[in-house]
């Protein structure tokens, strides 16, 4: 037992003096990089110490040693570039594809802003059927562990030498993921409680707005503003909105009334949510679970489908009106597909209509669901059911948690799935 004891603190010694090691030999500079290695060897460390945990369920205490010596070695490499006091964070990942079961609350080392990055403390975030798609298939190529999620809000809580439209301190929410730029998939998305982010890709917070609704827009409503730019949307046309409650169509809806001045705006729901989506603003709302689309009397400008069905959608569209489909593949070969611009200026450019009032952020009713309901929250999603945006907030996480055992209250791992 005590000969396990020494290897397993043996282990966790040699794990952070290897980054500096590999640091050292490598001539390894860039913070990625080494964010990068400190997160493996941080996770073969936990592997191993999972195995430990498994085999010897008596020695799961010193799983705390670990977790503390990890902060300690964090402060004494970087005394001076954390801007918390707290260097390690809860964050939600995935070593494997799969269904939402793969998903584990671990800890994370925080990480450091390159010089155009901020470091945000997220204070909510929003799911994307993106988020679920990339963990259930190999999607794009990266390394794990993953942290999933695209949107969040949050606070700046440090920022790199060359970032000069955000201070500390600052209220900010966007996309974290650059789809548009290959290669700069990040592992650490926003399902963690501290992110790191290019400036450009994030906008200041509308004051009107909380952190929730703020998280809940930026990956749906770059998207629905894509749709009308590809299709060439103008003042007065008429549009027809296949899937308007959802997390796209909700803003789709608004925005073709609201932004576009569309004469017409028509859209698709369920029975139930017919009535939601006049709230919106949509002028005619076909229930699809009782109309088939060659029974829609009218034609469209524009048919915009959220949804893929645009290879039976497209009836509805004119003769040469477009018809935009933001699934992949599209189902109809005279469907265009519209994809989203990943950038903080669109959000920056649609800050009136939302202190206005114009565009609103629509929260699916069954939310926002607590950061440890992380998986609740994918469940729901998948459903495919979701009315608006499925939001994750708070991220507060009890560090310690504690249970009776044995009529003694005693501390309890807080990081599920270890
Ligand atoms: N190209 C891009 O850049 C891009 C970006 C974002 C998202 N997307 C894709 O766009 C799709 C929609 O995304 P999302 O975030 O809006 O999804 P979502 O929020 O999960 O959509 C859920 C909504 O879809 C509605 N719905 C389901 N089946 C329907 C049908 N047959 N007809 C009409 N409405 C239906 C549901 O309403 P009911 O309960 O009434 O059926 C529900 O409100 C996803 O496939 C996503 O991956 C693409």
């Known amino acids: ?53 498994m085999l010897v369920p008596m020695l799961e205490d010193l799983v705390f040693p670990e977790i503390v010596f990890f902060k300690v070695v964090q402060i004494i490499i970087h005394p001076k570039r954390y801007p918390v006091h707290i260097k390690m964070q809860k964050a939600w990942f995935y070593e494997v594809h799969g269904p939402k079961e793969v998903l584990k609350l671990g800890d994370f080392p925080i990480p450091y802003p390159g010089q155009n990055q901020l470091l945000v403390q ?24 993953v942290v999933p999620g695209c949107d969040m809000a949050g ?18 929410y966007g996309n974290i993921q ?24 994030v906008a200041s917070k509308p004051n009107n707005l909380s952190f929730e609704e703020a998280a809940s827009l930026p990956v749906a409503v770059q998207t629905a503003v894509e749709g009308f730019k590809t299709a060439g949307f103008k003042e007065g ?60 009397k009218k034609k469209y400008d524009l048919v915009y489908d959220t949804i893929g069905e645009s290879k ?14 933001i699934t992949w593949p599209p189902s109809n070969p005279r469907a265009v597909h519209s994809s989203l611009t990943v950038s903080g200026e669109i959000l920056e450019n649609l800050r009136p209509c939302l202190e206005s009032g114009k565009l609103t952020a629509v929260i699916d009713p069954a939310g926002p669901f607590h950061f440890c309901d992380v998986i609740k ?33 005693v501390p309890q791992r807080s990081f599920i799935g270890y």
């Open 1 to 53: 037992m005590l000969n396990l004891r020494i290897l397993i603190l043996t282990l966790q010694l040699l794990a952070p003096l290897s980054v500096l090691l590999a640091k050292r030999l490598l001539k390894l500079t860039a913070p990625k990089t080494e964010v990068i290695i400190t997160l493996k060897i941080r996770m073969l460390t936990l592997t191993i110490v999972r195995t430990r945990t």
């Open 122 to 145: 997220v204070c909510a975030a929003a799911l994307n059927p993106i988020d679920f798609k990339l963990r259930s298939n190999p999607l794009v190529f990266t390394d794990f562990p």
């Open 155 to 172: 606070i700046v809580v440090a920022k790199g030498d060359h970032v000069s439209r955000f201070e500390v301190g600052d209220e900010v």
């Open 178 to 201: 650059n789809f548009n730029a290959k290669g700069e998939f990040k592992q650490l998305g926003t399902l963690a409680q501290f992110i790191v982010v290019e400036e450009n890709l």
């Open 237 to 296: 046309q008429t549009i027809f909105i296949v899937g308007g409650a959802g997390g796209v169509g909700t803003l789709a809806v608004q925005l073709a009334k609201q932004l576009y001045r569309a004469s017409l705006v028509a859209a698709t729901t369920s029975t139930a949510k017919v009535e939601f989506l006049k709230t919106l603003g949509a002028d005619e709302v076909v229930d699809y679970t009782k109309t088939r689309y060659e029974e829609v």
């Open 312 to 325: 039976n959608s497209y009836v509805v569209a004119k003769d040469s009106a477009p018809v935009i489909d």
């Open 377 to 409: 929250a994918f469940e729901y999603l998948e459903t495919g059911r979701a009315r608006g945006k499925v939001v994750i907030s708070p991220f507060s996480v009890p560090y310690l948690t504690y249970e009776f055992r044995n009529s003694k209250l």
